[in-house]
């Protein structure tokens, strides 16, 4: 069941008994209401401010009077789910009610200690809240005078109080509006704040990587033995969706809250002074309504937890088809996929018919309890009125009063699927966001939040941040290159005696790991790259050639040693499979060029100067680029015979350039950016060798150190020094000019 409001659909959320209209409906019309011919007990008692159903969970008869409409849907929870990592999931028990209560102030208290507006915005509801709630004691009491003044006839007192009744109608309707609208308000202001810091953490530190690949150094493995998960699934669904729900719900929940509290306290004094009898029966009925609800009902907290795991692991699968469409279709994969993604799709039928098996268990009490409080109040004020000793007004007055009473108590029952629910979305944006703390363990959830930079506790310390962005055994040290002595030949041994001129990287005492801890790929390496002395590194396949371009990168931290490199400005890594954002021609050249990076992302030094410079590219360079790496037609191929037009056209660049033309784009990138150094993973692997040296030429002519992964025995002619892993073991060798081939004696594992 979801609900929307004002056109927004609520996942984990559905407390209801929040909309201003309600309460005027409860209270306003309470007169109308108390015991009409209109009143169904199977709509539960509809003098109830939340409109209970028989089901236990608010809804809105007349969407159109709250803005509110019940939609049946399952699709929601996974709606924006565009399923990154769903099969890797770990499924996590429900925490305790403490537990939740801590994990829901740790991820809702930072708004308001940072935002003055949302603290302003706050009050200002928590203003509204209180003046309705002070609307809804008047209009019992004029209810109570309304129906007095028919009872006995009293023409002139009954129009008086029409009068009064419109007059505040008029005034009180923009309060109402001014609720609702403060409320949105508020909740847009905390969800956009949420999800810039959420994303913000998410991005800076490369910890979208880390999350995805389960590398989290030492600190994962210590959340490993704590049984912890080391996987986040869908942290897309995290960002967009259960922040979205967390904002909302919780300002429904308070709302509802304070509203109950106000309410029961104002409502309990009306309905002791009229009958304490009354009084003392409603405690004792919720009471009793309240444990067996949650003795019935609390299978469905775990059952919604699951249940947004599985809506996304189906959703997952789906994505999955779509964005591999090619392989599978040439595969003639459709069969298994089919099978797959509908066994995920029956692991969520099973879960919505086992959560459907619970709710009527839950609404066999829930549908009895609303037949008895439809009742209840009349039973035990009849006698009092046939016997003459109360009014008509004071019936409906004690009915009223019970209705809002009972509603205050019976929060539990009548939200406990929504509740659990929700329960479920805190505990998944919770560990989400405990996953990437646990990537900086040193600072707390609270403050990562609330000073995502870190700016407060850097004060405080004033001890020097560490170069490496993620902290783990390998230290990875940027120096600028600029700095051209920075790394001397006594720091490191050179690869050879006769080198002299400056070390652009250096490798020491370098132990690399599978980010699982299980398993050793590279000991004991040393290594000094001589700037302008290009390495090779070869090795059998799952040797560790890319694991050690990866630890090079700062990617993978699990081991020990250090690496000293250029800093990030300097340094360009061409993976196999470029990656091709969305934009036009020209950003596909200039990536990771921006006018937009800020230095919020939290990069490891500060933002590339560099990279800023997109401007400098006019569209004549940049179709000289393409000329210079093989591409010379591209441009007007794609802007239909106009070049220009062609850089500034978007495509999905992706699936449209063959893997050998993405390849050589990367290289036109390389051009643009002018690193100092290159690291290459098999850059050139879907190239023909003349395009391959064609590609290395250009290299050779931007100049920078290159460093390759390759298994091709052509690569040799192009390199200098030869690093072959094998073992978990580096053997350096130097490779003579003119080496062309494996004839040469050169075997690449
Ligand atoms: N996230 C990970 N967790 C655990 N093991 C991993 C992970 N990623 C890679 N590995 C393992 O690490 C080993 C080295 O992988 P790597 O990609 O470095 O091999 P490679 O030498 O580049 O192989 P190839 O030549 O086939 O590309 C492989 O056995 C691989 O299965």
New binding site residues.
Partial sequence: MKWKMDGTQHDFLALNNDDDNNNNNSSATAPATAMTSNDDPETGNQRRRGRTSPTGRYFSPAPNDYGIALVESADQDASTNNGSNASKSASHPPKNISAQVSAFLTMSLPYFRCSSSGRRLFYLMILLTLTNSAIRVYFSYLARDFWNALSEKNVDRFYSIMVTFCIAMVGLTPISVAYRYVRQMLAISWREWLTLRVLGLFMRNRVYYSLE???HGDTMGAAHNRGQSDTVDNPDQRIAEDVRSFTEFSLSLFHTTITSIIDLTCFSFILFSIMPRLFMAIFTFASVGTFLTICIGKRLISLNYDALQKEADFRFALVRIRENAESIAFYCGEGVERKETERRFGMVIDNMGEINRAERNLDFLTTSYNYLTWILPIIVTAPEYFAGNVEMGVISQASSAFGHILDDLSIVINSFTDVSKFSAGIDRLHSFLRAIQELEPDRSLESLLSDPKGEKEAMLNAEPVGNSPLKGAIRVTEYDAELTNHLSSRDSPPLTEQIQSPIILSIRGLRLL???N??I?VQNLDLSVIKGKNLLIA?A????????LRAIAGLWSTGEGEIVRPNADYVYFLPQRPYCPPGSLRDQLLYPSSELVDDNIGMTSPPNQRRLARKEWSDYDLLNVLTSVDLPDLASRAGDGDPIRGLRSVLDWGNTLSLGEQQRLAFGRLVCNRPRLVIMD?STSALDVVAEERMYSLLKELSPTYIS?G?RPTLLAHHDFKLS?REGLGHISEIPPNTNNIDEGFILT
Avoid: F, M
Wanted: with cysteine.
């Fill in positions: 690949r389960g590398c599978t980010p699982d299980k398993r790929l090795g396949s799952g040797s560790g050639k890319s694991s050690l098999e992964v298994h892993l």
